[in-house]
């Protein structure tokens, strides 16, 4: 009895230590790959908002990250957060830039878990144009100065509330 | 014994998993919304069933009885985090399509099914026929939910127009109702298949 | 979001079952009585928050801070079979009535997907620990709903008349998907 739970125990671990390993070497090919797509796709976007960046630094506010943009001359044209807000079906992860009069100049959901052809209006136009132009010193309110999307009052609501904090974050840290 | 071509086409017909057994029902109505995601889905299945399929027949007579369900278990989730991480670097369209169901291939009742009830009582090569066929079985089903689906709820199959610009798409049938809807119609329609063709 | 909100949309309007495409199986297989699908409902529940507050610790104080999230599907599907042995070992000693009441659902439930589902869900969201309870609770509520809501129709289409060939699987897939319908009607009431 004793040899046998032994046993069951050692081929447990054996499998557990080999298929950690399998996980771990995948992972270990697939990881670069994911994360230089990512950033392609995220400097791509960069470049969309602000033609003439040159170099950028990042900085780390809270979970979010804050990208500041400087043209050739080095002089500051904006910053593009990578901000996170809570939808309908989940947290959508997004980026905004902001220029540096502090208006926003665009905006890019990366993922999001809205249902489709309900909340997903966050990544379409008629959402993303009410939000492109609003400046910094504006009040963002959902629902009373910018309105919210009927039918997808939670997606676009949530997107509201967080576009508000970053723009404080923003206006706190990198505008002056 | 059963000969080895009815080994793989059991899986297909007789016992096809989705509209025979009605295993794996969830990604059937989360992810068929278009063609390409129900093929998607079927394919990974497929590759997880193969893999998991082999390895727990090789490795049959090894594992001691009493602990052989969480043996299958880090083996499937091994085979299904792997598949993950795969179709992330190399397809990201549609791992971003089918989304937590990937990871959820895990609990997919087909998987473990097939581990329990074939491959730890046959060996490598009937093993391996069972997935194909089963894994095939799937990847049809899935597809023919989601090229009804995307046809009425799109106008298009694989991203192809089929019905011309002026048709106007039936949103109830990309909806979650519409998956419940379809799914429960084909399954009558196979039942009544099945049964004319003499196909118990 | 506002907890009152993720209630709110975790039991009625993204409801798990009916508009999340989870737990079928168990929505299809056990939803024949009344009975049945309560407890199942009430294991559900159970297991679901247990499940949720262990994934979200592990995940937070081990995965993360050693960039292990790769290892997330393995640890949690672990996990989750640990604890439902566990938990039947537990109520099996302390609670024999409740054991008889659910112990049968509870081998179930280790391949019922919106347990594993859930876990992910919530840790994907970036839930704090909270929100995660909560919705946990909410989720695993909305699906007892779903799953009575099933049996009571269930019972009564047993008296149908229909043709064989939609009896049984066929015809409650498409109950399920009227069901959705009415469900989906919750999706415009929220304005928070």
Redesign the interface.
């Given at each position: 009895m004793r040899e046998s739970g032994l046993r069951m125990a050692l081929t447990l671990l054996i499998i557990g230590v080999i298929c950690g390993g399998l996980i771990a070497a995948v992972n270990g090919v697939t990881a670069p790959v994911i994360e230089e797509r990512t950033m392609v796709q995220f400097l791509e976007a960069l470049e969309g908002f602000f033609p003439e960046v040159d170099s950028y630094d990042v900085s780390e506010i809270g979970n979010e990250s804050f990208y500041t943009c400087t043209d050739a001359a080095g002089n500051f044209i904006g910053v593009v957060a990578q901000a996170k807000a809570d939808g309908y079906g989940g947290a959508i992860f997004y980026d905004l830039a902001v220029s540096d009069s502090g208006d926003i100049v665009g905006i890019r959901i990366s993922s999001h878990g809205e249902t489709p052809g309900i909340g997903d209006v966050i990544t379409k136009d008629e959402f993303q144009d009410r939000v492109i132009g609003l400046n910094v010193a504006d009040s963002i309110s959902a629902g009373v100065d910018v309105d919210t999307v009927s039918g997808a009052t939670i997606s676009s609501g949530g997107m509201l509330d967080s576009i508000r904090r970053v723009m404080d974050i923003i206006g706190e840290n990198f505008l002056n | 014994m059963s000969t080895l071509a009815q080994e793989f086409s059991k899986g297909i017909f007789k016992e096809n998993p989705t509209f025979r057994l009605?295993?794996g029902?969830?990604?059937?109505?989360?992810i068929t919304?278009t063609a390409f995601f129900g093929f998607g889905m079927g394919v990974s299945v497929l590759a997880v069933l193969l893999c998991s399929n082999i390895v727990i027949s090789a490795v049959r007579n090894?594992?001691?009885d009493?602990?052989r369900?969480?043996?299958y278990?880090?083996?499937i989730?091994?085979f299904?985090?792997?598949t993950?991480?795969?179709l992330?670097?190399?397809v990201?369209d549609l791992h971003?399509a089918l989304?937590?169901f990937i990871?959820?291939i895990?609990?997919?009742?087909i998987i473990?099914g097939r581990a329990e009830a074939f491959a730890r009582k046959n060996n490598v090569v009937r093993s391996i026929l069972d997935a194909l066929g089963m894994g095939v079985g799937v990847t049809i089903s899935l597809t023919l939910v989601g090229i009804i689906r995307e046809l009425f709820g799109a106008g298009s199959i694989f991203g192809f127009n089929i019905m011309g610009s002026a048709y106007e798409p039936m949103?109830l049938l990309?909806?979650?109702?519409?998956?419940?809807?379809t799914?429960?119609?084909l399954?009558?329609?196979c039942?009544?298949a099945f049964?004319r063709l003499g196909i118990e | 979001m506002n907890l009152l909100a993720l209630i709110f949309v975790a039991i009625l309007a993204n409801n798990i079952v009916l508009s999340q495409f989870l737990g079928i199986c168990p929505y299809l297989g056990l939803s024949r009585k009344l009975e049945t699908s309560v407890g199942m409902g009430l294991a559900v529940v159970f297991v679901m928050t247990m499940s949720a507050i262990v994934t979200w610790i592990i995940d937070l104080f081990l995965l993360q801070p050693f960039s292990l999230e790769y290892l997330r599907t393995i640890a949690f599907i672990l996990i989750i079979a640990g604890l439902v042995q566990f938990v039947e070992m537990v109520l099996k000693k302390t609670n024999p009535a409740l054991f008889r009441a659910l112990g049968i659902y509870l081998p179930l439930i280790t391949t019922n997907c919106t347990i594993l589902g859930v876990a992910i869900l919530n840790v994907q969201s970036q839930h704090n620990i909270v929100e995660t309870i909560v919705y946990s609770i909410a989720t695993g509520v909305g699906f007892t709903l779903a799953m009575v809501l099933m049996a009571g129709i269930r019972e009564r289409l047993e008296l149908a008349t229909m043709s064989s060939y939609l009896k049984g699987a066929a015809v409650t897939l498409v109950s399920a998907g009227i069901l959705s319908l009415a469900f989906m009607g919750f999706k415009g009431m929220v304005a928070l």
């Open positions: - | 009605l295993l029902m969830c990604p059937t109505l989360a919304t090894l594992i001691p009493k602990v369900m969480p043996a278990i880090l083996i989730a091994a299904v985090s792997a993950d991480m795969l992330n670097a190399y990201p971003k989304g937590i990871p959820l895990v609990v997919n009742c473990m949103m990309a909806s979650p109702p519409g998956a419940f809807i799914l429960g119609i399954l009558g329609l039942n009544f049964k | -």
